[in-house]
């Protein structure tokens, strides 16, 4: 396309603008430049307990941040793959924000962040807080049960990230029971109690009854993630071994792998 044709592209965009801004009663110059580059709006970081940059040293990593008032109420909680980015939008210059972003800065005081090793460890936090804290501006507090497209198994392991650099997440799952999570070091300097809990689960007696609230809708939030990621990341499907020493070595050797940076799959997830 030649620059004649950019020209009468561009002409026919200006005319078809200012058509629509008379149709809509508006003909000042002036209303039509404001309607096009409106004033930025800052936040006057005076009225909160922290500035621009306790911001910037939050971190760039999965996790969980609280919102309180200055009684110390929790007001919000929200997550987010990347917490930096995510709570800087609420504080950054904005030409119009949404009326519930609006409301938290009218009465947050204070941010609190705790960093997790993944997106879900961070969903499930973030459910886990909802529920203890009711904050005001969550108005989705229950979690909806959804098809979770992952049906394989009832009984896995699953292998992810921690917050520690040195270790490693087991998100144990089996069936009636609430998910139970244990972090084992990569050198497996740990590794003898962090199997006996998960030989514990899978092979032990363990009476199971009624899940509490929290611990199903935990259990809906993984099962919809793997839905998404079960085969980006590392599983090992408990039924699909001979027994508890099998198992111990599948997941001693997964574990090593990740230490040793070949564990195959994506573990940044």
């Not at 009663?25 to 800052?42: M, N």
Request: hydrophobic share 40%.
């Amino acid at each position: 396309r030649g620059p004649t044709e950019d020209v009468d592209l561009g002409a026919e965009l200006l005319f078809a603008l200012l058509e629509r801004y008379e149709t809509e009663g508006v003909t000042d110059l002036d209303e039509i430049t404001s309607d096009q580059y409106p004033i930025r709006k800052a936040v006057h970081f005076s009225s909160f307990a922290f500035d621009e940059e306790d911001l910037v040293a939050l971190p760039e990593a999965p996790g969980v941040y609280v919102m309180r008032d200055d009684q110390g109420e929790v007001i919000y909680v929200g997550k987010s793959k990347h917490l930096r980015d995510r709570v800087w939008t609420y504080f950054a210059d904005q030409a119009d924000r949404p009326e519930k972003t609006r409301q938290i800065l009218e009465r947050i005081w204070s941010v609190d962040v705790e960093e997790v090793g993944s997106e879900l460890e961070a969903l499930i936090l973030e459910a886990r807080l909802i529920h203890a804290c009711r904050p005001i501006f969550n108005t989705q507090v229950k979690v909806r049960e959804r098809p979770s497209g992952y049906d394989r198994a009832r009984r896995f392991i699953l292998l992810l990230p921690s917050v520690d650099p040195h270790s490693v997440e087991l998100f144990c799952v089996d069936e009636g029971a609430p998910i139970s999570q244990v972090r084992v070091r990569v050198d497996l300097t740990d590794w003898v109690s962090g199997y006996g809990h998960i030989d514990g689960r899978f092979f032990g007696s363990s009476a199971q009854g009624d899940l509490a609230e929290e611990d199903v809708a935990a259990t809906h939030i993984l099962q919809t993630w793997m839905g998404h990621h079960h085969e980006t990341v590392q599983v090992i499907h408990v039924d699909d071994v001979g027994g508890a020493e099998d198992l111990r070595r599948l997941i001693e050797d997964a574990i090593v792998d990740y230490g040793e940076g070949d564990g195959g799959k994506a573990w940044r997830i």
